[in-house]
T-cell receptor, first 112, second 112 residues
Framework: AQSVTQPDIHITVSEGASLELRCNYS??????LFWYVQSPGQGLQLLLK??????LVQGIKGFEAEFKRSQSSFNLRKPSVHWSDAAEYFC??????????FGAGTILRVKS | GAGVSQSPSNKVTEKGKDVELRCDPI?????LYWYRQSLGQGLEFLIY????????KSGLPSDRFSAERTGGSVSTLTIQRTQQEDSAVYLC??????????FGPGTRLLVL
């Protein structure tokens, strides 16, 4: 069965510092991979996605992620975090029919 | 409209009552998904509609839950005889076949 692991429940970074959120997946075929962000009381907003091709994908708000098949990972990165990036981040893998299996989420706090 | 819309945004009901949650998809999106987000279980897939195909109901937690999609557009998720454990945020997402899913803002259901 498909699964997604986000090992960090909470992460705190200082504004202007770099960020990496970890995501590991388990899936038997070539995965569709996604990162979504959720602000309090809001729905999920797509940050970026990987379907095929270049393993380094660029997203909105200055985020990027790298697909590493050998490590079954799809980590999210941002070189300089802004206070407005504080939110919860979800990694997801597209399973049969592309229904999504989500990780438990990582809550990002940004210190000023 | 420009995005996925859901109504109501909030719903408070009494245990044992039935509730209906509505999702209006992005125009042209043939795929429609329902997910549930709760503190204990995270984000879970409930049901998936694709065009005129039979829906994938594999995520529905009990026979109290049902959903329909009329005319390939609007979808309604119905929960009969609500229980307190049904309290959650119900998210609808739509997309084109096997492509990115775009989420609505969700319906926050509280069962007293």
């Amino acid at each position: 069965a498909q699964s997604v692991t986000q090992p960090d429940i909470h992460i705190t970074v200082s504004e202007g510092a770099s960020l990496e959120l970890r995501c590991n997946y388990s899936y038997g075929a070539t995965p569709y991979l996604f990162w979504y962000v959720q602000s309090p009381g809001q729905g999920l907003q797509l940050l970026l996605k990987y379907f095929s091709g270049d393993t380094l994908v660029q997203g909105i708000k200055g985020f990027e992620a790298e697909f590493k098949r050998s490590q079954s990972s799809f980590n999210l990165r941002k070189p300089s975090v802004h206070w407005s990036d504080a939110a919860e981040y979800f990694c997801a893998v597209g399973a049969n029919g592309n229904k999504l299996v989500f990780g438990a989420g990582t809550i990002l706090r940004v210190k000023s | 409209g420009a995005g996925v819309s859901q109504s109501p945004s909030n719903k408070v009901t009494e245990k044992g009552k039935d509730v209906e949650l509505r999702c209006d998809p992005i125009s042209g999106h043939t795929a429609l998904y329902w997910y549930r987000q709760s503190l204990g279980q995270g984000l879970e897939f409930l049901i998936y509609f694709q065009g005129n195909s039979a829906p994938d109901k594999s995520g529905l937690p009990s026979d109290r839950f049902s959903a329909e999609r009329t005319g390939g557009s609007v979808s309604t998720l119905t929960i009969q005889r609500t229980q307190q454990e049904d309290s959650a945020v119900y998210l609808c997402a739509t997309g084109r076949y096997q492509e990115t899913q775009y989420f609505g803002p969700g319906t926050r259901l509280l069962v007293l």
